[in-house]
T-cell receptor
Framework: NAGVTQTPKFRILKIGQSMTLQCTQD?????MYWYRQDPGMGLKLIYY???????DKGEVPNGYNVSRSTTEDFPLRLELAAPSQTSVYFC????????????FGPGTRLTVT | KNQVEQSPQSLIILEGKNCTLQ??????????LRWYKQDTGRGPVSLTI?????NTKSNGRYTATLDADTKQSSLHITASQLSDSASYIC???????????FGAGTRLTVKP
């Protein structure tokens, strides 16, 4: 199993541009999550999904959108990128039937200038 | 406000020594507490998960303790190795398990 994979690893955006961060998991997990990690801060939940077709806002959803059309994929969309969205983004998944342990991807480092 | 505070922010120890990292939280209602290890440039990896009824959980040289009454947890690392150099993150889940609050982490450096 590859686990949780994220693309791209790095990206530089200009203010106002848009992009999609990709996340795929091959563990057949129902739950998937998007977090952002700012320097010196704890991870913050952006959006999560408990299954295909179902998404919910987390702590910091403004400026982002998600979709969950399949169990495997959970892309994060940034519209009108702003410097405040410069961060490292982590995708994670968990199996609702376990003890909710989350497995994280390697992260995407995004810079908005 | 649901918060997770970790101390110290950073720590340097010599290889082979033991160390203890602290986590205080105000999260309520509490479901479980986790410790993660995050290597530089990588995603967090789970070390331990404890429910409110568990006092201690071990994973090799890592031992986590939990006092749900005082809302404190600690992670003890025994006989440290160079590969233990990483950030250690305390995470507390609210009752629905989908709302998790992350501490800022303790940056541990193990020197030879």
């Amino acid at each position: 199993n590859a686990g949780v994979t994220q693309t791209p690893k790095f990206r530089i955006l200009k203010i106002g541009q848009s992009m999609t961060l990709q996340c795929t998991q091959d563990m057949n997990h129902n739950y998937m999550y998007w977090y952002r990690q700012d320097p010196g801060m704890g991870l913050k939940l952006i959006y999560y999904s408990v299954g295909a077709g179902i998404t919910d806002k987390g702590e910091v959803p403004n400026g982002y959108n998600v979709s969950r059309s399949t169990t495997e994929d959970f892309p994060l969309r940034l519209e009108l990128a702003a410097p405040s969205q410069t961060s490292v983004y982590f995708c994670a998944s968990s199996d609702s039937s376990s003890s909710y342990e989350q497995y994280f991807g390697p992260g995407t480092r995004l810079t908005v200038t | 406000k649901n918060q997770v505070e970790q101390s110290p922010q950073s720590l340097i120890i010599l290889e082979g020594k033991n160390c203890t990292l602290q986590c205080n939280y105000t999260v309520s209602p509490f479901s479980n507490l986790r410790w993660y290890k995050q290597d530089t440039g990588r995603g967090p990896v789970s070390l331990t998960i404890m429910t409110f009824s568990e006092n201690t959980k071990s994973n090799g040289r890592y031992t986590a303790t939990l006092d749900a009454d005082t809302k404190q947890s600690s992670l003890h690392i025994t006989a440290s190795q160079l590969s233990d150099s990483a950030s250690y993150i305390c995470v507390v889940s609210l009752y629905n398990n989908n709302d998790m609050r992350f501490g800022a982490g303790t940056r541990l450096t193990v020197k030879p």
